[in-house]
Nanobody, 124 residues
Framework: QVQLVESGGGLVQAGGSLRLSCAAS????????MGWFRQAPGKEREFVAA????????YYTDSVKGRFTISRDNAKNTVYLQMNSLKPEDTAIYYC?????????????????WGQGTQVTVSS
């Protein structure tokens, strides 16, 4: 069983920054890739970023490339999402998730455990 707890969301003005954290329970955290997804009101949950088990490979959706950075600290069982140059269209609930394998996935089906989500609101 794995539990994921996100934190770091909030209200920020356009152009600002936030850093999301996702703390994971369980001793096997370091062997799985992790990902971040987001869901805006009335929209489907969408992939944002993923990172391999070692942190050597990262993946991003096109709309956040150059602005968001995913990273992880396996000693702390924590994955991060640094979000810079935020835009109103980044407003959503952000979820972290654990993959079913060691490499990242852009598909919802590649993940088996999810956090409860943290709200990010970007004002214009």
């Amino acid at each position: 069983q794995v539990q994921l707890v996100e934190s770091g969301g909030g209200l920020v003005q356009a152009g600002g920054s936030l850093r999301l954290s996702c703390a994971a329970s369980g001793r096997t955290f370091s062997i799985y890739a992790m990902g971040w997804f987001r869901q805006a009101p009335g929209k489907e949950r969408e992939f944002v970023a993923a990172i391999s088990w070692s942190g050597s490979r990262t993946y991003y959706t096109d709309s956040v490339k150059g602005r968001f950075t995913i990273s992880r600290d396996n000693a702390k069982n924590t994955v991060y999402l640094q979000m810079n140059s935020l835009k109103p269209e980044d407003t959503a609930i952000y979820y972290c998730a654990k993959t079913i394998g060691p490499d990242g996935s852009t598909s919802l089906r590649g993940y088996d455990y999810w956090g409860q989500g943290t709200q990010v609101t970007v004002s214009s």
